[in-house]
Structures are given as structure tokens and as C-alpha cells.
């Protein structure tokens, strides 16, 4: 097998004593749509943070396109390649739907504090270029019409795809999405597996996907993990995920989550 876009080996964090990942091993493949899933406090969320330079783990590799990630500052993770939305929206409240998709951006601009001089011309230039992009990735996920509106005013469906045209627009070669499905209606959901299927096929990101609708995991992923108690406790296809006993089991512990799997 080639090697893995994203390799995580033995990862380990803890909290004021508490276990929150123990010994995860992961990987993805270039050019899938992976999902991790698991009930509610596995430690699915921490794990994209550990990803992404937010949390350090206190054990562990993690490598991404060969490159180790683990004293990378969140931002210089960014400019690596990987890109993520958020669980709970994290627009801007002041700015438009551009501007939010623009400042998800800096990590890729080259005029710094240097020069005031340099700045006029090339900045200006910059400038244009990023909002180029930025209206790109708007149109791609399809809201670019309301580009000049507050963000934050938009139908919450609309705002979590301005969330991830605002990822998109780093140019990233993996992009983490944290429960994209939540809060949408069924339309809204169809329209996702949509999308994400595109990101993957028309623009070549692979996808990382946690998510707690299990239907639509199944439907858009080529593999799936299960997180547990901070614990890996399965990987495989959705089929053979579906009828793993310590799937159901860990699924079962939890009555909120217990519907969300069968
Ligand atoms: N910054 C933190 N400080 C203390 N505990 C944390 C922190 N982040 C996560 N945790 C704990 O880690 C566990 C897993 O949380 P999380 O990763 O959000 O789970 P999931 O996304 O699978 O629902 C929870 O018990 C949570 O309280
Ligand atoms: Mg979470």
C-alpha cells in the first residue's frame, strides 16, 4: 500500500491527569473521504485538534505527506496543507461572508510587516488575488450570491458552507470536517454528501470526516474508525463497520447514541 497521507501513531493526551486518547494509531489514504465516529466524549474532536496543532499530545508521531507535524505551530500546519471547520460555527460576527472567507487566507499571503513601500503595489495585488480565491470557493460551495452579507446572518446551512469554502480557500490537501451535518434538514444533508463528494473528486482533497449521522458516514466514506473512550476501537470498510460487535456495543453503552448507529 503507498504510504499514508496522514499517519498518526501512538498518540496520547491527557488532561489535568485525565485520559482523553490512548495509544491511537490512524491513517489515511490520499484521495478518500475517511469518518471517525464514536459516541459523544471519545475524544474525536481532540484528536483534530491534536492534528492541527491546537492540543499537543504528550505521546505519539503524527506525519502529514511525510512531514512531521508535531512542533508545528497551528498556523504553519495550515500552510502545510490542512485545513478544518469547526463542530460549533466560528464566523466572524462584523464581517461578510467574503471577508470570513478571506481571513482563513493570511497563512497563504507573502507581504508581511516588511516595507511599507513593497506593500503599496504588490499588497494591492495580493489582495485582488485572495479575493479571487475567495470568491471562487464561495461559488464552488454555492453561496457565493450572499457574499456581501453578514456572515452570521445567513440560514445556519449556509453559514457551514461558508465554513468550509472559508477552509477550502487555504488550499489545503486534507480537510478535517467536525459534525457538518449537524443542524442541517435531510435536504441539506443530501446536498452535503454532495459536495463533500466533489471536494473529493473536482478538487482532489482528500477529507477526513467526523461525524454523528451515521447514514450519511456510511453513504460518503470509504473507510470508517471508531473512536472509544479515547480508544480505537475498529477501522474498516462502512459494511464491515456496521456489524463489528465492539462497534455496536460501544454504540449501545450510550442511549443517547445508541439510534445514531442502527
Ligand atoms: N481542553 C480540554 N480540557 C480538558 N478536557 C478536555 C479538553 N478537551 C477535551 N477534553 C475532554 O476530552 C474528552 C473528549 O472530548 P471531545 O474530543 O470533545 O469528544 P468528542 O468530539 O468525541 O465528542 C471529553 O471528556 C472532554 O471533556
Ligand atoms: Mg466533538
Do not use: W
Amino acid at each position: 500500500m503507498t504510504e499514508p497521507l496522514l499517519h498518526l501513531a501512538g498518540i496520547g493526551l491527557s488532561f489535568a491527569g485525565n485520559t482523553v486518547l490512548q495509544d491511537v494509531s490512524f491513517a489515511v489514504q490520499e484521495g478518500r473521504v475517511a469518518s471517525l465516529i464514536g459516541p459523544n466524549g471519545a475524544g474525536k474532536t481532540s484528536l483534530f485538534n491534536c492534528i492541527t496543532g491546537f492540543y499537543r499530545p504528550r505521546a505519539g508521531r503524527i506525519s502529514f505527506a511525510g512531514q512531521d507535524l508535531r512542533r508545528l505551530k497551528p498556523h504553519r500546519i495550515t500552510a502545510a496543507g490542512i485545513a478544518r471547520t469547526f463542530q460549533n460555527l466560528r464566523l466572524f460576527r462584523e464581517m461578510t461572508v467574503l471577508e470570513n472567507v478571506m481571513s482563513g487566507m493570511h497563512c497563504r499571503t507573502r507581504a508581511g510587516a516588511i516595507g511599507a513601500i513593497l506593500r503599496l503595489a504588490s499588497q494591492r495585488r495580493e489582495e485582488e488575488e485572495i479575493r479571487a480565491v475567495a470568491h471562487e470557493c464561495l461559488a464552488f460551495v454555492g453561496v457565493a450570491d450572499e457574499r456581501d452579507r453578514i456572515a452570521t446572518t445567513l440560514p445556519y446551512g449556509h453559514q457551514r458552507r461558508v465554513e468550509i469554502a472559508r477552509a477550502l480557500a487555504t488550499r489545503p490537501r486534507l480537510l478535517l470536517l467536525d459534525e457538518p451535518a449537524a443542524g442541517l434538514n435531510g435536504g441539506e444533508k443530501r446536498e452535503l454528501i454532495g459536495l463533500i463528494r466533489s471536494i473529493r473528486d473536482q478538487r482532489a482533497i482528500t477529507i477526513l470526516l467526523i461525524e454523528h449521522d451515521t447514514g450519511l458516514v456510511m453513504r460518503v466514506s470509504e473507510r470508517v474508525s471508531v473512536l472509544d473512550h479515547g480508544q480505537m476501537i475498529a477501522e474498516g470498510t462502512p459494511r464491515e463497520i456496521q456489524t463489528d460487535p465492539r462497534v455496536i456495543e460501544a454504540y449501545l453503552g450510550s442511549d443517547e447514541d445508541a439510534d445514531a448507529l442502527l
